[in-house]
């Protein structure tokens, strides 16, 4: 199978590069970069150099037809223009970016600030949260693959959501991510020494993953849900952790939202539930496509807490997309991203 | 003024040391530590060679007679031993470890998992939540200087709490430390390769500063105040952010509680209020003696955020040790304190 | 094929693991380590769950005879007593520590401070050295596989020591670890709060690298070499880099010498040359077996520099064993090893 | 006295303010910064609120003329064509900019690529390594603030060089810096996450520090010396290594050139001699204005290393400013300078 990277020189394009190496069934024919168009991709990244040397080239959609598929790793705002072109062809996609994901052209516009695609084009694209709707998936024709906080609070809140344990109006998000998660732009808020050695909360009430993660979960609870939810950033490259509370039902215990989980999850190969007691971090899943989940039921407090992380390039943007690939050809989900995590 | 200061080759220790350099009043008569005995301090810290080259003494109650005040700079575990020896000298004393923080030595053997000094000398210590308990600290002679932790969560939380604000049975803490707060002790749990590029959750509803936050809370608002706290240790050196959730009065604004914090803290050089829409970063404190804090009351969930920063290392053990001793002593609480903070 | 890890809980070990996942003709039949006997290696390691969930087990000699090859990642001064056994059963081993590497027990003397192994065991270990001993290895039965600091400088060094571009009485090399290198044990030097936003130089002309360097340059240049090497520690996990300086003949250019590594190494799949003005960086090799070298023939000065980086875990460690394995048995060399360095 | 700083808004800036805010004697009246004109410094720089809240203003020269004193923060190219301005109008300056370290315009304008100041003006400004050229610096009008690598190479080569132990065609510096060296301004270069986790050689044989290193070798040696000089930029925000190698005469020991410098170093306060076997790390000197230096004089291989290590921001940039101010006006070299590093 053929496949075309658009916006291939950031972080999730090179990351799609190093995971695809590893596919059995995948063959990189086309990338695309607009900011380095004519240069070699190892000439704009010296770590690909004798692994991959094709140019990258400019956006021509006809060209793209000659691919089978087409993966969208670029910033918010350019796919909404182009995928529509896309499916107006009938060329399988998949968008890493944020452009189709919310249903509501007027929820994008809000959190983006940005005008939305066309409805008919919003209402096309399948939201690719992989293990949640992996029959949808593999029926689709084109993906919003989630963004990496929805993936690793939704993963971490549906299951108990879902089976009535807590209070959907109590749920508070406190995410915590590294810096490759905010692209590979140069900024002051990415800048070395700003971020080293130091903590900063950032977008309070204002992340635009929430109205992504709202919408989710009203789906599967069937009712409207609003979160709080916070964002920090850490100094590190890569990893999210998001820390979740809600209150849950007195009568239950963390042994048992462990064996609910358990169930829940027995034939999603990327999520680990850890034992009671025993909480997940970032490095642990590093590199690879694993989300690993710790649970607290705190009958001093009622609270429920649940500590989801994942790398958020990989199971947060190119392998939850790879994922997508496998699941919409009726390959294996984990065809080419049994990775184990980079540890230390 | 001479001080002595036992356990100083820990990281608290050392930053008494340092603070204490710039200190007009007070000289150092006496570095005390069990485990360097006979060392020079300089030897053990490079860092302090040519600035203070005192001999590390072992512990003699008898020679702590000449000095005017004692620093614990001690693990839990060892001044609820010696200090009670001090008491019955009236020697002034402040312990920066948790042995004399919580009142009720059922819950310092329920916390900490060892036995608790007796409760006639646990009664003797105050408090030293600087900002909040100024006047009794100015009269004492033992004081227990409060943890990390429950001083950004504190100084984060009480004006809300008792302006009656927020809603105490839903408080939600989540805090991210830098490893400095686990002592210079080598461990598995602190090893560079372990914790560097990684955010690890530990202890979520067992930490021992969970008890010492709600005495205090409870002490405030006059009722038992029950809280839920996630601690993460975070690739950083120093540093503590706590990001507080808590329910609130729907007619209440973001600017209107900003007003209310400016308000309290008129008085307290060391707390600074953010503006609407600025967050705190550790690094904006980072070697100072400050505690900055941000707000957001967001009317879509109902849900007040505050965002508290420290120094753990400053404001939360040696600098706040010295304000204390400042308070005790009559003078300026600023004194010797004033140091801006080491930016980047 | 069936392998056996002894010391599998080190970094060394887990990244054996790591890689043998991905490896087609081997199975991991026995993970031995000493100190969590009894326990599954995934407790250990939880990025390990769902992968691998093999019980740790006790050294057993009489069990090796089982498998097809040992691989020894252990610290030094444990292969040099057990290896010999395995020797004397004609069980293949490669033994990742220093214990088989200096030909001269006097030397192993010297510089580790332990009793070395026998002579006669000593001289049946080939110096793994993957693309410079490539004909031995295949036939060999025991590997001592080279040191991290002496793979990154080797490779670097030893197309220019043997054309005779360099004086080989002026060299001095200056390298740069991460902190893995020194092992998973805790200890004050590896402690992260000493290690973060700090570069430390240690052990300056007295690393037990340099013998061993010394020994290989010897051999390959046909005369006692004797180097300056002084080691840093770097802020980092993963990675070495060695910058190397020799005196050059007037008449060589920066481009000639590039030419002269890209011929060496044409047939070495994981050595790659960089451009005139193109510098290495560690992150580039991150996670995989590249070393990626740089190059500048200084007029100025008649002073060539080299740079040469590695990820110590993979080429300086792990991943050279399984590349002299598949020499071994006469696979290519490439074989599992294909990876693609992590970025970023 | 009353001082203005210009170029405020960069690293070096807001260490000036940070290290005046402890000097007795002066008074910063004026903040001069072309891209924020008109923001408050605290707006830029929230760790300042409270503290210092001046306005930041533009460039007027003829204010300039009711300070005292100019600091220059800037980059390099501006205050070649700015300092003559004040120059002609007698006004004291210290540029801690690159502009005015080369007396030839030549070397100035090979080396930076820029036009260079006249030469009449060159002429003016003294050299202002303070230990080194104490006595100039006392009468001096415009000082040039030495470069962060210059400064650590110097101080740690300059007594070994004039005592004639060490032969000046050999000298090969390996220099490690912290990423504040580059400014703040955003660039991929300073990008975090290019950055953690890795080390990066760059700009060797080409640096800006490198006729500066020159001149002033050559001026204190008396003939001109070439020096190989590589640099590296490591994951930490501050701190310089530079580890040095040189041919020395067979009979020196390492004690001897231990003696040697603790001599010639004994009226300064700021630079510290360590033991033998004692190696100096940059987190030793964090935030404070000492050199700290170590040496090895190896007799295997004849040649002496010197590892020296300043904060690049401290005494590689504003703290050597301060401490060349106090020079100038006759105060005691550590007025206001007397800070003990931040550890850890």
Same mark, same amino acid.
């Given at each position: 199978?053929?496949?075309?990277?658009?916006?291939?020189?950031?972080?999730?394009?090179?990351?799609?590069? !190093?995971?695809? &190496?590893?596919?059995?069934?995948?063959? =990189?024919?086309?990338?695309?970069?607009?900011?380095?168009?004519?240069?070699?991709? @190892?000439?704009?990244?010296?770590? %690909?150099?004798?692994?991959?040397?094709?140019?990258?080239?400019?956006?021509?959609?006809? &060209?793209?037809? #000659?691919?089978? %598929?087409?993966?969208? *790793?670029?910033?918010?705002?350019?796919?909404?223009?182009?995928?529509?072109?896309?499916?107006? !062809?009938?060329?399988?996609?998949?968008?890493?970016?944020g452009?189709?994901?919310?249903? @509501?052209?007027? *929820?994008?516009?809000?959190?983006?600030? %940005?005008?939305?695609a066309?409805? #008919?084009?919003?209402d &096309?694209?399948i939201?690719?949260?992989?293990?949640?709707?992996s029959?949808? =998936?593999? /029926?689709?024709?084109?993906?919003?693959?989630?963004?990496?906080?929805?993936?690793?609070?939704?993963?971490?809140?549906?299951?108990?959501? #879902?089976?009535?344990?807590?209070?959907?109006?109590?749920?508070?998000?406190?995410?915590?991510?590294?810096?490759?998660?905010?692209?590979?732009?140069?900024?002051?808020?990415? +800048?070395?020494?700003e971020?080293?050695?130091?903590?900063?909360?950032?977008?309070?009430?204002?992340?635009?993953?929430?109205?992504?993660?709202?919408? /989710?979960?009203?789906?599967?609870?069937?009712?409207?849900?609003?979160? /709080?939810?916070? /964002?920090?950033?850490?100094?590190?490259? !890569?990893?999210i952790?998001?820390?979740?509370? *809600?209150?849950? &039902?007195?009568?239950?215990?963390?042994?048992?939202?462990? +064996?609910?989980?358990?169930?829940?999850?027995?034939?999603?190969?990327?999520?680990?539930?850890?034992?009671?007691?025993?909480?997940?971090?970032?490095?642990?899943? *590093?590199?690879?496509?694993?989300?690993?989940?710790?649970?607290?039921?705190?009958? !001093?407090?009622?609270?429920?807490?649940?500590? @989801?992380?994942?790398?958020?390039?990989?199971?947060?943007?190119?392998?939850?997309?790879?994922?997508?690939?496998?699941?919409?050809?009726?390959?294996?989900?984990?065809?080419?991203l049994?990775?184990?995590?980079?540890?230390?």
């Open positions: 199978m053929k496949v075309a990277i658009i916006g291939a020189t950031g972080y999730s394009g090179i990351e799609l590069i !190093r995971l695809l &190496q590893n596919h059995p069934y995948v063959e =990189i024919e086309m990338i695309i970069s607009g900011s380095h168009d004519g240069s070699r991709i @190892s000439e704009v990244y010296p770590h %690909l150099e004798e692994i991959i040397d094709d140019k990258l080239v400019a956006l021509d959609i006809e &060209q793209l037809e #000659k691919v089978d %598929l087409v993966f969208f *790793a670029t910033p918010s705002g350019v796919s909404k223009n182009t995928l529509p072109l896309l499916m107006d !062809r009938g060329i399988k996609c998949i968008d890493l970016s452009d189709f994901r919310l249903k @509501s052209p007027g *929820a994008y516009e809000d959190w983006y600030g %940005l005008e939305a066309e409805q #008919k084009y919003l &096309q694209a939201y690719g949260l992989s293990e949640i709707y029959k949808k =998936i593999s /029926t689709a024709t084109y993906i919003a693959n989630p963004g990496c906080y929805p993936t690793a609070v939704l993963l971490g809140l549906i299951p108990a959501l #879902k089976s009535g344990i807590i209070d959907p109006g109590s749920i508070v998000i406190d995410g915590k991510s590294g810096v490759s998660g905010a692209g590979r732009k140069a900024s002051l808020g990415t +800048h070395y020494a971020i080293n050695e130091n903590v900063k909360a950032y977008k309070l009430g204002r992340h635009q993953h929430i109205p992504e993660i709202e919408q /989710t979960l009203g789906d599967v609870y069937g009712e409207k849900v609003n979160i /709080t939810f916070s /964002t920090h950033l850490i100094p590190m490259s !890569r990893g952790m998001c820390t979740m509370y *809600a209150d849950f &039902q007195q009568d239950v215990t963390t042994d048992e939202i462990i +064996h609910l989980y358990k169930e829940y999850y027995q034939n999603s190969p990327f999520v680990r539930v850890r034992k009671s007691g025993i909480w997940p971090a970032t490095k642990e899943v *590093a590199g690879s496509n694993y989300c690993d989940l710790g649970f607290l039921a705190d009958h !001093r407090t009622g609270k429920l807490s649940i500590v @989801s992380v994942i790398d958020n390039v990989v199971k947060g943007a190119a392998g939850q997309a790879i994922q997508n690939m496998n699941l919409m050809n009726g390959w294996k989900a984990t065809t080419g049994l990775m184990t995590p980079v540890y230390p």
